[in-house]
């Protein structure tokens, strides 16, 4: 289903939330798209020795479950990042359930371009705390 929210249809606090659970497969998929092959993310044995003692996922497979909220849910379609900074908050391990909030924080009227608060939590703790903007799709 291809869903989108033009530019002025956006306001202000307008928020949107999903869920996505984080699976030892999408972490290989994940491993093996991006080269990062860290061994705290897929070797049990070498997490087990780490102050996280189990592996965790990529910090940005969870960053990118924002990316996949913004372009094909809210905004949606059609939407265009132009800059998106992070803050790591807690690790994120196998089996968990990510939800992620996204946040209508400021609309850029003179650009028509929005800031969005993008957050991740896990059992309703802050994961991933962070700040998008982006050019929602236009009407023609």
């Known amino acids: 289903m291809v869903k989108k929210i033009y530019f002025n249809n956006l306001k202000e ?5 999903d869920s996505i659970k984080v699976t030892d497969a999408s972490i290989k998929k994940f491993s ?3 080269g990062d092959r860290n061994p705290i993310h897929l070797n049990e044995k070498f997490a087990k020795n780490t102050i996280f003692k189990s592996r965790i996922a990529h910090g940005m497979l969870i960053a ?7 372009g094909n849910k809210f905004p ?3 939407t265009i990042y132009v800059s998106q900074d992070l803050k790591f908050k807690r690790p994120v391990k196998i089996n968990d359930v990510v939800k992620i909030k996204i946040i209508v924080e400021k609309i850029i009227l ?5 800031q969005l608060k993008t957050l991740c939590f896990v059992k309703n703790k802050i994961v991933l705390d962070g700040t998008a903007v982006v050019i929602p799709p236009q009407k023609k």
């Open 13 to 17: 606090n307008q928020s949107y939330t």
């Open 32 to 34: 093996s798209a991006s």
């Open 64 to 70: 990118s479950f924002i990316s996949s909220v913004i």
């Open 76 to 78: 949606g379609n059609g």
């Open 110 to 114: 003179k650009k028509k371009w929005c």
